[in-house]
């Protein structure tokens, strides 16, 4: 069955970098488009980045342009997202997720997310 | 930047009784709508799509309606599963967009 497992969250210092982490099973990962979403504590869901199938063509949204890369390594079935520059805006539960097909920009499958924590 | 906003914010009901949860879009999104459901502690889950497409293994009692600007999840009898947070989500235009959310709570 599919399944989405996040790592790499954790406490981080404004301006240090972290990368996120995405195991996918039960698919291939080259076959999907995948995103990012992220949710701040007792906030709502914030989409954050987005690589079509195949690894080709990224977008981010504009709070994360410049700062966030989206990527993946298709032999380990692995997606990423490298983040510099954290700000404390940016703490949030990250999650990664699957599009449902078909070239429809919709969330079928979802990680359980990882907490990142921007702090000094 | 297309805006979602949710109505009501929190919508307070009883088991058995019919939930309607209301989406609306700054500009058309023919019917580019997604809902999704969220309990505490968890990751969405994909109801619905398209604006009335149910998603893989979502009950009937889950429907959606609406394009253009105006979208409407049902929930026809309330299970006690169901109260949970909701939020839409378009992707007719990029940036991705969610709403806000409608808490449902039992009454």
């Known amino acids: 069955q599919v399944q989405l497992v996040e790592s790499g969250g954790g406490v981080v210092q404004p301006g240090g970098s972290l990368r996120l982490s995405c195991a996918a099973s039960g698919f291939t990962l080259n076959d999907y488009g995948v995103h990012w979403v992220r949710q701040a504590p007792g906030k709502g869901l914030e989409w954050v980045a987005f690589?079509?199938?195949?690894?080709?063509?990224?977008l981010y949204a504009d709070s994360v342009r410049g700062r966030f890369t989206i990527s993946r390594d298709n032999s380990k079935n692995t997606l990423y997202l490298q983040m510099t520059s954290l700000r404390p805006d940016d703490t949030a539960v990250y999650y990664c997720?699957?599009?449902?097909?078909?070239?429809?920009?919709?969330?079928?499958?979802w990680g359980q997310g990882t907490l990142v924590t921007v702090s000094s | 930047d297309i805006v979602l906003t949710q109505s009501p914010a929190t919508l307070s009901l009883s088991p058995g009784e019919r939930a309607t949860l209301s989406c609306r879009a700054t500009q058309s999104i023919s019917t580019h709508l997604a809902w999704y459901q969220q309990k505490p502690g968890q990751a969405p889950r994909l109801l619905i799509y398209?604006?009335?497409d149910r998603a893989t293994g979502i009950p009937a009692r889950f429907s959606g309606s609406g394009s253009g600007t105006d979208f409407t999840l049902t929930i026809s009898s309330l299970e006690p599963e169901d109260f949970a947070f909701y939020y839409c989500q378009q992707r007719n235009n990029w940036p991705l967009t969610f709403g806000g959310g409608t808490k449902v709570e039992i009454k």
């Open positions: 997720a699957k599009e449902i097909g078909g070239g429809y920009h919709y969330l079928e499958y």
């Open positions: 690589q079509r199938f195949e690894g080709s063509n990224e």
């Open positions: 398209e604006a009335s």
